[in-house]
């Protein structure tokens, strides 16, 4: 099983970002603890501070499932929410904080409706649940 999972802008800087929001480990930590974690699924990792690169990666993506941390994109990006809906594959959002109790510009989601599930609020769990997800649901395919 092949997941991608992509990181949109600034995630590159977890790891220095506020950890109250975001938590201590690094891009780099979230990643291999990923495939620490999960030993049977093959992953692509990506990130990009750039939307057109992201929608380039989906729209190219050759995966059985995604994981999509679209970062502040979650709140702006009209075109990143399009080129999910395109893709006709498990898709999972994932966000560290829970955006629902931050900023209320943050309470916009232009994803949440052309993903299969979403997890958020519990800094790496909410990757490691997503993950799992995934791989239960495409086990009983």
């Known amino acids: 099983m092949k997941i991608a999972v992509i990181h ?4 590159n800087m977890l790891g220095k970002r506020d950890p109250k929001h ?6 780099s930590d979230i990643e291999n603890n990923l495939k620490r974690d ?3 699924v093959e992953f692509i990792f990506f990130q990009s501070n750039h939307e057109g690169a ?3 990666f989906i ?3 050759k995966a059985d499932a995604l ?3 679209p970062g502040a994109y979650t709140h702006t990006s009209i075109a ?3 080129a999910l809906e395109t893709i006709e594959l498990f898709k999972v959002e994932v966000h560290l904080s829970n955006i629902y109790e931050r900023e209320d510009f943050r309470k916009i989601n232009y994803v949440k409706d052309v993903v299969n599930q979403s997890f958020y609020g519990k800094k790496y769990e909410s990757y490691y649940e997503a993950c799992q997800y995934i791989v239960d649901k495409m086990m009983n395919l």
Request: charged share 20%.
């Open 80 to 82: 990143i929410r399009d």
């Open 38 to 40: 999960f030993k049977e």
């Open 54 to 56: 992201i929608i380039d």
């Open 22 to 27: 975001y938590g201590s480990l690094t891009l």
């Open 59 to 61: 729209q190219n993506l």
């Open 8 to 11: 949109g802008p600034n995630l």
């Open 67 to 69: 994981i999509i941390n």
